[in-house]
């Protein structure tokens, strides 16, 4: 695919001249002759590289180089001038142009350098979509939802995301914390960097440390070489810590730490390490009534909720089960390229049902639901407990609905038990005695 160049300089022989000569490499070229029109272009068109004279009518042409690159940061720029000076060049250079070269002494130069600047620009433009469409994956448009609970919570966290402030997420399990932990980073000036998060419910007190921390060879037994921790692996980025209430109170104390310097110690070290790198934490807990409890410590209570943001449950948006249903309803149909439509009794069993598990619970039980139906999303593809006629005295008729259910999605995992577990949200050895039980 041609590169792009844009060339922007009032004296039009030469703008012309400079575009043939380009043109002939094999360039499609574009002009301009003030600084305002080539700002127009480069948002109209996909501009690899701009060749910009310094004297322009209506702007310098090596403060245009800062301009362009807040535009576009990938676009290369490489200055031209009549009448080189150091001052000229030096920030020229310092406001992110590629090269800077004098009009008629440098000529033989230009090709070689247009041809280097327009690899570069195609290397940082491919990361930049590539972090565009991440943002794009993980931004606050990705939250689902129009009740003024979910609103209010997103309002609040737009703001917060354009500072380095410590965030408290609170809520129910299954109501998007981490969502929206990693829609604050990837709306932050940090969302280049990394965004690591870790549950802290899901580790062992010790494991949890070296985790977070990493150690040196020969901290412990089976140390055999430096291990990173999460944290130092987050510098510049963010850290989301899931379910902070779990964490025990010696390890509360070296979290405070890194709040407080941004420092830690390495398990098996004796030197500090110092990251920057912004915290966020999520809790379905009181955290403030477990620190007068003595449960956990009240000053890192303190440090973790300068800025608090509580999610609703979903009980508490009713309004929004419809869009959020059918925005997981067109998720996992579409990754299977299937056209589902969702019944009118489906819809209003969903919205009756009480959603203990929240946002997490309904995306389980539609992806579950994907995979039983045909074209259709119908009372059929719920679980039992779903319909209000299913009775415990038709336990003959549940038995082979369990056993249907598990067979299509034994079918769909190809005959994956692990995934097929998950699915189901039982654990593996229940899957197994099933499986036996119903002679699958």
């Not at 002939?24 to 002009?31: A, D, P, S």
């Not at 966290?157 to 109501?175: F, H």
């Not at 130092?232 to 209430?245: K, P, Q, T, W």
Request: aromatic residues 8%; contains cysteine; charged residues 25%.
């Amino acid at each position: 695919m041609q590169a792009t160049i844009l060339i922007i300089d009032d004296e039009k022989k030469l703008n012309d001249l400079l575009t043939r000569i380009i043109g002939l490499e094999g360039f499609n070229v574009i002009q301009a002759f003030n600084g305002k029109d080539g700002m127009k272009l480069l948002e109209r068109e996909d501009v690899q590289v701009v060749l910009s004279d310094v004297k322009l009518p209506d702007v310098n042409g090596v403060d245009l180089v800062a301009s362009i690159k807040a535009k576009k940061s990938y676009v290369e720029v490489i200055n031209l001038t009549a009448y080189g000076t150091i001052n000229d060049g030096v920030k020229a250079i310092k406001n992110g142009a590629f090269n800077y070269l004098v009009k008629g002494d440098d000529n033989e130069k230009i090709i070689p350098l247009l041809n280097q600047a327009v690899d570069k620009a195609r290397l940082q433009q491919a990361a930049f979509n590539a972090d565009k469409k991440a943002a794009d994956k993980f931004s606050f448009a990705q939250i689902v939802g129009h009740s003024k609970a979910i609103t209010d919570a997103v309002s609040l966290a737009r703001r917060v995301a354009a500072t380095n402030t410590t965030v408290l997420l609170l809520g129910e399990t299954g109501t998007g914390k981490e969502v929206f932990a990693s829609a604050i980073h990837y709306e932050s000036e940090r969302r280049q960097m990394p965004f690591v998060a870790i549950n802290c419910s899901a580790f062992t007190a010790e494991l949890l440390e070296s985790e977070l921390f990493g150690y040196k060879a020969g901290a412990f037994s089976g140390a055999n070489r430096d291990k990173k921790g999460l944290f130092e692996e987050a510098h510049h980025g963010s850290i989301f810590l899931d379910e902070i209430g779990e964490m025990n109170l010696e390890l509360q104390a070296k979290l405070l730490r890194v709040l407080e310097s941004k420092t830690f110690i390495k398990l098996g070290d004796t030197q500090t390490t110092k990251v920057n790198i912004r915290i966020m934490a999520a809790t379905n807990r009181d955290l403030q009534q477990e620190a007068e409890a003595g449960k956990f410590r009240l000053d890192l209570y303190y440090r973790l909720s300068v800025f608090t943001i509580s999610l609703p449950a979903l009980n508490q948006r009713r309004e929004d089960i419809e869009p959020l249903a059918r925005y997981y309803l067109n998720f996992f149909a579409g990754n299977e390229n299937r056209r589902i439509k969702m019944s009118d009794e489906y819809l209003k069993l969903l919205k009756q049902h009480n959603w203990k598990g929240n946002i997490r619970e309904l995306k389980n039980l539609i992806e579950r639901s994907v995979i039983l139906a045909t074209d259709e999303l119908t009372a059929d593809t719920l679980p039992p407990h779903f319909n209000n006629q299913v009775t415990e005295s038709s336990s003959l008729d549940l038995q082979s609905i369990e056993k249907h259910h598990i067979s299509k999605v034994l079918t769909h995992t190809r005959g994956n038990k692990t995934e097929t577990a998950r699915l189901l949200g039982i654990g593996l050895t229940t899957l197994y005695r099933k499986i036996e039980e119903y002679g699958l």
